[in-house]
C-alpha cells in the first residue's frame, strides 16, 4: 500500500512537508513509474506537485533503478503533477491535472500516473562564416543516418540556432535549406544521440548573401556597367562568385585596392553572388570606346547582416 511509511520514504524522499489531513489522521501516495525504452538515468528526473496556483507543494526524485515515484497527499485539493526533468528531456504527458477528493480521483484509488521518456534534444546553429550568429528562417532537417526520409522540420531562431526534440538516441545527418541567395561552406551536419542531448555546435556555415542592383538610364536598363566593390574589413579571398581584377581603365579612388567586379546584364541587374557580413561600398564604372560615362552616385556604401541584400537605390547615367 502507498501508506506504508517505509516505501515511501525509500522511494520517495521527502523534501517538503505537507501540512493538513484528509481525513484528520489518515495519508496516502500518489505514485507511478517515470518510464523509458531506453537506458536513461532516472535519478535526475523529478516529479512535482503544483497547487492550480503554481505553488510547489512537494516534489521527489525517482528510484534510481526502477524509476518509481510517490508523493503523498494530505489535502482535497485540486493539483498538478509535473514531471520535470533535465533540459532537452522530452515525456510524454509533461503534467497531469488531479482533482483529489479522496474517491474517485486516481491517486486515491492507487492507480499509477505514469510518464514516458519520448527522447533527448540536438542543438545546433547555423552561422554567417566569421560569425558567432547566423541568419533567421532557415529550415533545418533531420534525418536518420544515410537516410533521405525526413523525421523533423526546423527553422533557424533570430541567432541561427535551431533545436530538435524527442530524438531518441542513434546517429542522425542534419541538412540546411535556404533561398538560393545564401551559399553555404557546409550545408550539413552528423549528429550521434546516445544517453544525453546532442549538441552539433556551428557546423553549418554559410560563406555569403547575395547582393543585387539596378542601373538605367531615362527608365531603361543598361547593360556593361562595371560595379567595382571595396571593403576595410573584408578579405578578398571571403569573397565568392565575381570577377577578382579591375576593368580596364578603371583607377581606384585614393588608390584603394578593390575586392571584384560584376557588370550589369541586359535588364540593368548587377549580382554579387556570395558576399560575407560586412560593410561594403561599390563604385560604378562605365567606359565606352572613346568616352567615359559618368553614373550617379558615384559610390554607394551597403552592409551585409546574415541576409541578402536588394539595394534599393538605382544607379543612373548623368
Not at 500518489?30 to 535519478?43: A, H, L, T
Not at 530524438?167 to 551559399?183: E, N
Not at 560563406?207 to 538605367?216: E, I, L, N, S
Request: hydrophobic share 35%; with cysteine; aromatic share 12%.
Amino acid at each position: 500500500m502507498r501508506t506504508n511509511l517505509f516505501l515511501f520514504c525509500v522511494l520517495a524522499p521527502v523534501y517538503t512537508i505537507l501540512i493538513g489531513h484528509i481525513n484528520g489522521d489518515s495519508v496516502f501516495g500518489c505514485g507511478g513509474f517515470v518510464k523509458s525504452d531506453v537506458d536513461i538515468n532516472f535519478s535526475l528526473v523529478e516529479v512535482k506537485l503544483y497547487t492550480m496556483h503554481g505553488s510547489i507543494k512537494y516534489q521527489t526524485d525517482c528510484a534510481p533503478n526502477t524509476g518509481y515515484y510517490l508523493i503523498p497527499l494530505y489535502d482535497k485539493a485540486d493539483f498538478k503533477l509535473k514531471v520535470e526533468p533535465p533540459k532537452g528531456w522530452s515525456f510524454e504527458p509533461e503534467s497531469v491535472e488531479l482533482k483529489i477528493d479522496g474517491t474517485t480521483d486516481p491517486c486515491s484509488r492507487q492507480e499509477d500516473i505514469n510518464f514516458k521518456f519520448t527522447g533527448f534534444s540536438v542543438n545546433g546553429k547555423v552561422i554567417s562564416k566569421g560569425q558567432v550568429n547566423g541568419p533567421s528562417g532557415v529550415t533545418v532537417t533531420l534525418h536518420k543516418s544515410g537516410s533521405p526520409d525526413i523525421l523533423q522540420t526546423v527553422t533557424t531562431a533570430e541567432d541561427g540556432s535551431y533545436i530538435f526534440s524527442k530524438v531518441m538516441p542513434g546517429d542522425y545527418d542534419i541538412k540546411a535549406t535556404a533561398s538560393p541567395k545564401y551559399k553555404f561552406i557546409q550545408q550539413q551536419a552528423k549528429a550521434t544521440v546516445t544517453a544525453d542531448n546532442g549538441d552539433v555546435g556551428s557546423s553549418i556555415v554559410i560563406a555569403g548573401y547575395q547582393v543585387v542592383g539596378k542601373v538605367q538610364s531615362e527608365g531603361e536598363p543598361i547593360k556593361g556597367v562595371n560595379f567595382v566593390l571595396f571593403s576595410k574589413v573584408v578579405n578578398k579571398q571571403d569573397v565568392l562568385d565575381c570577377e577578382k581584377s579591375v576593368p580596364k581603365g578603371f583607377v581606384s579612388p585614393d588608390k584603394q585596392e578593390s575586392l571584384c567586379y560584376v557588370t550589369s546584364k541586359d535588364d540593368g541587374t548587377f549580382t554579387f553572388p556570395s558576399l560575407p557580413v560586412g560593410e561594403f561600398s561599390i563604385v560604378p564604372f562605365f567606359k565606352g570606346e572613346h568616352i567615359r560615362f559618368d553614373v550617379v552616385p558615384a559610390s554607394m556604401e551597403f552592409r551585409v547582416l546574415h541576409n541578402a541584400v536588394d539595394l534599393q537605390v538605382k544607379f543612373t547615367f548623368n
